[in-house]
Antibody
Framework: EVQLVESGGGLVKPGESLRLSCAASGFTFSKAWMSWVRQAPGEGLEWIGRIKSKSDGGTIDYAAPVQGRFTISRDDSKNTVFLQMNSLQTEDRAVYYC?????????WGHGTLVTVSS | EMVLTQSPVTLSLSPGERATLSCRTSHIVTNYLCWFQQKPGQAPRLLIYDASNRATGIPARFSGSGSGTDFTLTISSLEPEDFAVYYCQYRDNWGVLTFGGGTKVDIK
């Protein structure tokens, strides 16, 4: 069974940093492309970035609102993908999900809440 | 840049009625168009992938259709648990995900 479990969310002040983790199981993680998606309260879904598998080059791409502030990385030995978020702003407040596609099916974690407030 | 436009924004129906949700893409899509259901406080749940294939465990009352730039999610007869927000999503060959704005199906 494919499982994605996010962790690391919490309350931070504007300008601070936070690192989210997504632990994966039930599929060959090293071959998977992993994405992060966020959802602000009462809003829709917003893709924020993706990391390819190392065998596909390991390329990382970001959405414009987070480019230069957020960094995605992966540790295939731990089946985990990370989202390092720096210079957090109030508009970054959201539930953050990791997601992937396995055999054409999309899987999502339960999400982790990030609150940015002074 | 791909844009997905969902309509209507809100659909007010009664249990047992048929729901028809639309997703229009700004560029032609050949595959990787899917539909998700989301309930309050929950993660999105995959319903349909590749435009018309039901995901594992999804009831037959959910069906997807369409091609090119126009796609439809149909719920043939609404059950009480179907009242939720529905999103369409496109994934390009580089793994960039684009979402529609969502359609909320609520009880009339």
């Amino acid at each position: 069974e494919v499982q994605l479990v996010e962790s690391g969310g919490g309350l931070v002040k504007p300008g601070e940093s936070l690192r989210l983790s997504c632990a994966a199981s039930g599929f060959t993680f090293s071959k998977a492309w992993m994405s992060w998606v966020r959802q602000a309260p009462g809003e829709g879904l917003e893709w924020i970035g993706r990391i390819k598998s190392k065998s596909d080059g390991g390329t990382i791409d970001y959405a414009a609102p987070v480019q230069g502030r957020f960094t995605i990385s992966r540790d295939d030995s731990k089946n985990t993908v990370f989202l390092q978020m720096n210079s957090l702003q109030t508009e970054d407040r959201a539930v953050y999900y990791c997601t992937t596609v396995v055999e054409r099916l999309g899987y999502w974690g339960h999400g982790t809440l990030v609150t940015v407030s002074s | 840049e791909m844009v997905l436009t969902q309509s209507p924004v809100t659909l007010s129906l009664s249990p047992g009625e048929r729901a028809t949700l639309s997703c229009r893409t700004s560029h032609i899509v050949t595959n990787y168009l899917c539909w998700f259901q989301q309930k309050p406080g929950q993660a999105p749940r995959l319903l349909i992938y590749d435009a018309s294939n039901r995901a594992t465990g999804i009831p037959a009352r959910f069906s997807g259709s369409g091609s090119g730039t126009d796609f439809t999610l149909t719920i043939s007869s609404l059950e009480p648990e179907d009242f939720a927000v529905y999103y369409c999503q496109y994934r390009d060959n580089w793994g960039v995900l684009t979402f529609g704005g969502g359609t909320k199906v609520d009880i009339k």
